[in-house]
């Protein structure tokens, strides 16, 4: 029978845990960043819809 090379060192096992580490820390960042774009824009909605709301009561 044939026997396969065993990775005894665990080198394998570690390239993965740091390659799908880096990736989490990725969508980790992105994820952050579109909260923050998506918080400013949010924010700056409400005060347009504000400041309209104000324009037109006060015209009447």
């Known amino acids: 029978m044939y026997?396969?090379?065993l990775d005894n060192?665990?080198?394998g096992s570690a390239?993965?845990?740091?390659?799908?580490?880096?990736l989490l820390?990725?969508?980790l960042f992105v994820g952050s960043y579109l909260s923050n774009i998506t918080?400013?824009?949010q924010t700056s909605i409400n005060g347009?819809?504000?400041k309209e709301r104000d324009?037109?009561?006060n015209k009447i």
Do not use: P
């Open 25 to 27: 820390i990725i969508v």
């Open 48 to 50: 347009l819809l504000k």
């Open 39 to 41: 918080q400013k824009t």
């Open 9 to 11: 060192r665990g080198q």
């Open 3 to 5: 026997r396969q090379k």
């Open 55 to 57: 324009h037109i009561l």
């Open 15 to 22: 390239e993965l845990i740091l390659i799908i580490g880096g």
